[in-house]
């Protein structure tokens, strides 16, 4: 096997292909290309909403996500071989998904039915902020909520979410939201 | 250095990040968010459409790239280190772009400020022929287009983009478009 890129300085390769880079740096474009997604997702939101209002907008995001959040889950868990039905298992592919670099959150499992989850400084709230509008009601309200329970319904669809905490945040505090996975016996 | 994983099957690590996961996993993902990234996009245009009509779905998807086609240049050459002003230096982002692993493509240098880009079986094309309204003259014939340009002057704004061949395509070929990329010095 020949030796494996770091980059792609040097001269153009007709056969260059993303299978000659090495691991950290496949790690880094990964990385780059999660952020990407959140920037083209928010750049439509961002235009969408100046041509037609934010009413049109979320209504659009709405329909988007809640298409692409299943598509999202099916291919993270058959890629990475996560199944099961209990909030663990929610929790391995909340963990997986590409959103995975955009966000500061942590994971607490309290046991295989139970689970925590803390957001801090959303980079999609912390917009939202600086935009100064309520918008995070929309947002983090109702579209996040609605999928983080078809995220957990896609499981099992006994599993209970409750929101601990949502915007607005407090001033000077990093949580952005916190949510309650619950699956009763 | 820990062992790396090939998957996230198993028991709940609440320190598991895809830093863990070996290479030929990690090209796997890429594919997968290379797929979410044009899915993405595909679903805010169709989405803004159903909603408000193909004209202001077009004028927002133009108003989108126009932003992302340069940031998406740019922001490859500096992950990859990809440095120069020539066709060359083009050629070699556009085949590592976040959109390249969804896209059949053969890239020809012919010398440093010459070269050809060719995609085959483009799923966007595939989509608007499946569709049969006749989108492509606007999404392929008017953005791509601007935006081929707008991409190769993300490097030098000397270099010209010419369309060699553009959809329709004829009956059996599998060619989609056909660009010459050529900088006169």
Redesign the interface.
């Known amino acids: 096997m020949s030796r494996l890129l770091k ?3 040097g ?2 390769d ?1 056969k ?1 292909s ?2 000659m880079l ?2 950290e ?6 990385k ?3 952020d ?2 959140r ?3 928010g ?2 939101y961002v ?2 909403m100046r ?2 209002g934010n009413d ?1 907008a979320f ?2 995001d709405v ?2 996500w809640e ?2 959040i299943l ?2 889950l099916k ?2 868990t058959r ?5 099961g039905d209990d909030v ?1 298992t929610v ?2 592919a909340m ?2 998904t ?1 959103w ?2 955009i966000h500061d959150r942590t ?3 309290v046991n ?1 039915n139970h689970a925590i989850i803390t957001y801090r400084n959303c980079p999609t709230q912390v917009y939202i902020e600086k935009e100064g509008s309520d918008r995070y009601k929309q947002i983090c309200h109702v579209l996040e909520r609605k999928l983080f329970e078809m995220t957990a319904h896609y499981f099992n669809p006994r599993i209970k979410v409750t929101a601990l905490k949502l915007p607005p945040r407090e001033k000077g505090s990093k949580v952005s939201c916190q949510w309650e996975y619950k699956l009763e016996s | 250095m820990a062992q ?1 994983r090939s ?3 198993g ?2 690590d ?1 320190g ?4 863990q ?3 030929e ?6 594919t ?3 797929d ?2 044009r ?3 595909g ?2 245009y169709l ?2 459409m159903k ?2 009509g193909n004209d ?1 779905a077009f ?2 998807d133009s ?2 790239w126009e ?2 086609a340069a ?2 240049i740019r ?1 490859t050459c500096r ?5 120069g002003d020539d066709v ?1 230096t083009f ?2 982002a556009m ?2 772009n ?1 959109w ?2 969804t896209y059949k493509c053969k ?3 012919v010398n440093k400020d010459h070269g050809f880009i060719t995609f085959y079986d483009c799923p966007t094309l595939e989509a608007l022929e499946r569709e049969g309204g006749g989108r492509w003259e606007s999404i392929c014939n008017d953005l791509e287009v601007r935006l081929m340009e707008v991409k190769a002057h993300a490097v030098n704004p000397k270099i010209k983009s010419t369309p060699v061949k553009l959809p329709p395509r004829e009956p059996g070929s599998d060619l989609c478009c056909r660009w010459e990329l050529k900088l006169e010095r």
Not at chain 1, 25 to 30: H, P
Not at chain 1, 79 to 83: E, K, S
Not at chain 2, 25 to 30: D, N, Q, S
Not at chain 2, 79 to 83: A, M, P, Q, V
Request: aromatic fraction near 14%; glycine fraction near 0%; proline fraction near 5%.
């Open positions: 980059d792609y300085s001269p153009f007709p260059f993303h299978d090495e691991r740096t496949l790690l880094a474009i990964l780059e290309n999660s990407y997604l920037k083209l997702d750049q439509w235009t969408v041509a037609c049109v209504e659009c329909r988007i298409k692409f598509y999202e291919n993270t890629l990475l071989n996560i199944y663990a929790v391995k963990q997986a590409p995975m670099w994971f607490e499992l295989s | 790396q998957d996230y099957s028991p709940f609440p598991f990040s895809q830093s996961l070996s290479r996993t990690l090209g796997k993902l890429l997968a968010y290379s979410y990234i899915k993405v996009d679903h805010w989405s803004v909603r408000c202001v004028e927002c108003e989108v932003e992302m940031y998406t922001e992950l990859l280190d990809i440095r060359e050629l070699k085949q590592v976040p390249t692993l890239i020809e240098l």
